[in-house]
T-cell receptor, first 116, second 116 residues
């Protein structure tokens, strides 16, 4: 069975500081990994994804994520946090062997609070 | 132009009633989804349709019945509403394009259902 873990319910960071939102996964095959962001009272928005190749993936709004196969992690990062980055962040995964129509597993979400 | 739209945005109703939520996407995607987000923000897939065919049907009470009149629309009908059905329901779409697809999903703004 596949699973996604986001070990932190909330991450607090000062504006201007680097931020990291953690995600680890468990899957039999190779993962397709995604990050989504949800602002209050809005739907989820896609940030970035890892499919294959370069372990460092760049996405929207200055976010990036690093795929680490040995640690089964896909942490989301940003060099300098903005107050407007405060939101709920979801890590998601699909097993590359499972077929395109199979479900994507979402983590429980991590609330990012950027403090002015 | 809204890519994935849902109506209504808010739905307040009494226990035992029947209600429907509508979803439309103008992205030309072949796959649509319904998710339920509970009060703790946990996101759970309910159904998925590909070109009007049911692909994913998670363990959801049979009071919930999705209907896809065409690949741009996926509606959710709920019979005999219960207090526990109160949640935010999100529609999403993606272009799956077969077994190895890794395309991201596009989410609607959500429908907040409150059952009294």
């Amino acid at each position: 069975a596949q699973s996604v873990a986001q070990p932190e319910d909330q991450v607090n960071v000062a504006e201007g500081n680097p931020l990291t939102v953690k995600c680890t996964y468990s899957v039999s095959g190779n993962p397709y990994l995604f990050w989504y962001v949800q602002y209050p009272n809005r739907g989820l928005q896609f940030l970035l994804k890892y499919i294959t190749g370069d372990n460092l993936v760049k996405g929207s709004y200055g976010f990036e994520a690093e795929f680490n196969k040995s640690q089964t992690s896909f942490h989301l990062k940003k060099p300098s946090a903005l107050v407007s980055d405060s939101a709920l962040y979801f890590c998601a995964m699909r097993d590359s062997r499972s077929g395109g129509y199979q479900k994507v597993t979402f983590g429980i979400g991590t609330k990012l609070q950027v403090i002015p | 132009d809204t890519a994935v739209s849902q109506t209504p945005k808010y739905l307040v109703t009494q226990m035992g009633n029947d209600k429907s939520i509508k979803c439309e996407q103008n992205l030309g995607h072949d796959t649509m989804y319904w998710y339920k987000q509970d009060s703790k923000k946990f996101l759970k897939i309910m159904f998925s349709y590909n070109n009007k065919e049911l692909i994913i049907n998670e363990t959801v009470p049979n009071r919930f019945s999705p209907k896809s009149p065409d690949k741009a629309h996926l509606n959710l009908h709920i019979n005999s509403l219960e207090l526990g059905d109160s949640a935010v329901y999100f529609c999403a779409s993606s272009q799956v394009e077969g077994y190895s697809s890794y395309n991201e999903q596009f989410f609607g703004p959500g429908t907040r259902l409150t059952v009294l």
